[in-house]
């Protein structure tokens, strides 16, 4: 079994220095040779990918109020091609980011390998904001709606198709949902597990509500998109936008577990990791954090 380690420096969908530096963080830690004890075999195409896209978009003027469109645009469609490309040869995407906006990528290259997979979404926010509700301009708060084809097209996004169905996609750990949002993800009955719910049935249940949601044979294609705030930021403190009352070390690690108990996992995202934010110890928190969730997802167990 192969997976390719697509390491994304970009902070383009957000403001914050710094998360382009996930990558090499996460790759400085170990996380290669730790997946290979796995008994991955593990390719890495390098943490300096796709840096040089916003050389050649000398101008990138705010369309309405999204900030960096053409660079966010043009880097997660060249994200969809490494993903694709590995996904068509059998190998397992493990996408280290960088800001959460890349999933427009990352998803696109797995629907076009897997058009019948589904979306498990860790996240403290919903990322599924349009151009007409987004408050920042931030893009890395949108890349669902990009997905799922919501709100007025946006010429410069025309690469992506709208692929990722409502029923396809489940949230996990949302406690820092828009306005905006929640009414689309009421108006397009998305099924959302917030930390409500993890509170309510506690981290076993909401992970087999929301599989029995998106993949109740369990025999579809799984894309994790794991946003390391989706944690409590007493576990992942280093992130862009840290959001109280998270998940714990070990609620954030069983949802990785159980994915990869499905046998159906396809792609791994893990995001927003910035080794710019905090102390020294806690950014070692936090990219060990990542680097064991990626772990957890690819079959690191207990026992
Ligand atoms: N909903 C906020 C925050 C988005 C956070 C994006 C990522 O960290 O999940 C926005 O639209 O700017
Ligand atoms: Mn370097
Ligand atoms: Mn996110
Ligand atoms: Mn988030």
């Not at 996930?22 to 170990?30: C, E, K, N, R, S």
């Not at 797995?110 to 860790?122: H, R, S």
């Not at 959001?243 to 994915?259: P, W």
Request: proline content about 7%; some cysteine.
């Amino acid at each position: 079994k192969s997976l390719a380690i697509v390491g994304c420096p970009f902070s383009g969908g957000q403001p914050r220095p710094g998360v382009d530096q996930g990558p090499i963080h996460l790759i400085q830690a170990g996380l290669p040779s730790q997946l290979e004890e796995l008994g991955w075999k593990v390719q890495f195409d390098g943490h300096h990918q796709f840096e040089d896209i916003a050389k050649f978009i000398t101008s990138d003027p705010d369309i309405g109020k999204l900030k960096n469109p053409r660079v966010v645009s043009k880097v997660c469609e060249a994200v969809a091609k490494s993903v694709g490309s590995h996904a068509k040869q059998g190998v397992l995407p493990v996408t280290l980011g960088g800001d959460h906006s890349l999933a427009m990528g990352t998803i696109s290259g797995t629907l076009e390998q897997y058009p019948d997979a589904c979306v498990v979404w860790i996240d403290a926010h919903a990322d599924i904001n349009t151009a007409e509700t987004t408050d920042t301009g931030n893009i890395h708060g949108m890349p669902v709606s990009f997905l799922l084809g919501l709100g007025q097209p946006i010429p410069e996004f025309a690469w992506i198709k709208p692929q990722l169905k409502p029923n396809k996609i489940v949230y996990i750990g949302l406690r820092d949902v828009d306005a905006g949002e929640k009414k689309i993800l009421r108006e397009n009955g998305i099924k959302a597990f917030s930390m409500h719910e993890v509170d309510k049935h506690g981290i076993g249940k909401v992970v087999e509500l929301a599989l029995d949601h998106v993949n109740p044979k369990r025999d579809l294609p799984i894309h994790l998109s794991f946003d390391v705030d989706a944690l409590d930021p007493t576990v992942a403190p280093s992130t862009g936008t840290p959001v109280r009352g998270g998940l714990t070390f070990r609620e954030g690690h069983y949802i990785c577990e159980a994915i990869y108990e499905t046998g159906c996992l396809v792609a791994l995202d893990i995001m927003e990791v910035n080794p710019s934010l905090a102390k020294e110890e806690e950014v070692r928190q936090t990219v060990a954090v990542g680097c064991s969730l990626a772990r957890s997802a690819l079959g690191e167990t207990l026992l």
